[in-house]
């Protein structure tokens, strides 16, 4: 007789379960999570009033756009979905799940700051040696609403290319100022 290990499906918890133990220490999600809340997010949050119904922060927004470009999700529905179907980005999220409305209006309305957010995780995952980067190369967006990128290893570049990841843009680059304390996001 073959003694297998049961699925558990139906089985309840006497506790819920911590979102936060879902992922392993050293997974991407929790980089990102991490070193979101390492950046300067005053002028997102100073932008929102406070009437309506409340507003999911703009860090868990920002997370659930970088983590999506990392992992090839880029549309509004389909990052929307994944916050129900994967695991990673539920834990970003936090369990609660922004419809695809609210992430497109964010990504349209905070364009600008989202980009150059988007370069200080890039420099983070750059100083913690998670990251080695090559060319990356910014395209001409289709729509101001959807920004493009390419990474590349090799010296080619495509035919849109607009901006390439150099010394020179770097020194040109009007770049936000870095946080101050900064711990390691994987500690």
């Known amino acids: 007789m073959s003694n297998f290990i049961s699925a558990g499906r139906a089985t309840a918890y006497l506790l819920p379960p911590s979102v936060d133990e879902w992922r392993a220490q ?12 390492q950046l300067e997010l005053s002028e997102l949050t100073r932008k929102y009033v406070g009437c309506g119904s409340k507003a999911h922060h703009p860090a868990t927004l920002l997370a659930l756009l970088v983590y999506g470009y990392a992992s090839g999700v880029f549309s509004s529905r389909e990052l929307e979905r994944a916050t129900y179907g994967s695991v990673a980005f539920r834990v970003i999220a936090g ?93």
């Open 26 to 37: 050293d997974h991407l999600a929790r980089f990102v999570v991490e070193a979101i809340v």
């Open 95 to 187: 369990n609660p799940h922004p419809d695809h409305d609210t992430l497109a209006s964010f990504r349209s309305r905070f364009v600008d700051e989202i980009a150059a957010l988007f370069v200080q995780m890039l420099q983070l995952a750059q100083e913690v040696e998670l990251l080695q980067l090559g060319t990356v190369c910014l395209d001409a967006p289709r729509s101001r609403s959807t920004p493009h990128a390419t990474a590349r290893s090799r010296t080619d570049t495509s035919p849109g290319c607009k901006v390439s990841w150099s010394s020179k843009l770097m020194s040109s680059w009007p770049w936000p100022s870095k946080p101050t304390a900064r711990t390691s996001p994987m500690a």
